[in-house]
């Protein structure tokens, strides 16, 4: 093997509140002579994604804290360029969880074998990747069916988009809301929703029931906080509540009071489920083949907020909680 240094990005500190540049920090290192049974990649894409900031933490969680003074982690694209194992040979494209660095060696077993006739590869870090997955799984969760109204907070990110568009293909009418005028533009023209609104316009209730003055019959949650009791208001008898995300409250050093009305639980008889795509990795060839389906046909569009070089992972990773990513925010390594 050729002898490869590579450069990675390893957490400083632990943020208080909001993240900043000064808790990254770029190392370079020499990557060890392959074993047996092990490839080396080199990445193309890495994804930045909002859970990754629970991860910055030092606390119990779901998955475990990122280690001070080591590589961060996280879902990247990349192909072979050496293999000592059968499985995978030169040029090959995998999907692994060794984010934030330029190359590496893993067994070959802790990798995912994906197409290079999908393009860009970067999709698999997206719509056909974990977010895509994430939406897929969630409206399976709560059973979403033809008629239903969905509203889905976040929507123009990389799960709230691919779950609008796989919630028209099921039959529902469709409401979104973004950060801004462009976001919510790109879901009613692109994304095909029926209705959707800048949530910074205005008490996003009165919006919500503007866009749908009979309610609505589920709730995607990807923002928690103001929107999350909204949805409470707004839902019907028998509504569902999708739990995936509350990007709204991921940098609060304390925790929020919990919504004023979720009394409305009871009275309205809603069900409220929790989501980890972790919990549904055995399915992931069916999505794999029916959301692929959905993208080669050209029913699913795919957005992406690409950014150049790995010295600008942070910054993208920052953009998250700024609002700058339309659709799936990748980094782009070579």
């Known amino acids: 093997m050729t002898d490869i240094m590579s450069r990675e990005i390893r957490l400083a500190s632990r943020p208080a509140g909001f993240p900043t540049a000064s808790n990254f920090t770029m190392a370079s290192i020499r990557l060890e002579p392959l074993r047996d049974k092990e490839v080396l990649v080199r990445n193309l894409f890495m994804s930045v994604d909002p859970y990754m900031r629970g991860r910055m933490n030092d606390g119990k969680s779901y998955i475990p804290p990122f280690e001070i003074g080591k590589a961060l982690e996280g879902g990247a694209v990349g192909e072979v360029v050496e293999s000592r194992a059968s499985e995978y040979k030169v040029g090959d494209a995998v999907v692994s969880n060794f984010g934030w660095r330029e190359y590496f060696t893993a067994p070959a077993d802790v990798l995912h074998p994906v197409s290079r006739d999908v393009h860009p590869l970067s999709v698999y870090l997206g719509a056909l990747g974990m977010p895509g997955m994430t939406a897929w799984v969630g409206l399976n969760l709560v059973e979403v069916k033809a008629g ?22 099921h039959g529902c009418y469709v409401i979104g809301s973004a950060g801004s005028i462009g976001k919510v533009k790109f879901l009613l023209e692109e994304c095909g929703f029926d209705a959707a609104f800048n949530y910074k ?120 909680f700024q609002g700058k990513n339309v659709g799936k925010m990748v980094v782009k390594l070579t």
Not at 151 to 165: E, K, R, T
Not at 239 to 247: E, L
Not at 285 to 296: H, I, L, S
Request: net charge negative; with cysteine.
């Open 148 to 169: 239903d109204v969905i509203f889905i907070s976040g929507a123009a990110g990389a799960v709230g988009s691919v779950a609008g568009q796989l919630a028209k293909l």
């Open 201 to 320: 316009d205005g008490p996003v209730l009165e919006q919500l029931n503007k866009a749908s003055s009979d309610g609505i019959d589920v709730y995607f949650d990807n923002v928690g906080g103001e929107t999350l009791e909204a949805a409470l208001s707004a839902l019907r008898v028998h509504g569902r509540i999708i739990c995936c995300g509350a990007i709204s409250c991921y940098n609060d050093e304390k925790p929020r009071p919990g919504p004023s009305n979720l009394f409305n639980m009871i009275t309205k008889r809603l069900t409220m489920k929790g989501l980890m795509v972790l919990d549904w990795l055995e399915l992931q060839e069916e999505f794999e083949k029916e959301v692929g389906d959905y993208f080669r046909s050209g029913k699913l569009k795919s957005r992406e907020t690409v950014v150049e070089g790995i010295d600008n992972a942070a910054d993208a990773f920052l953009g998250l």
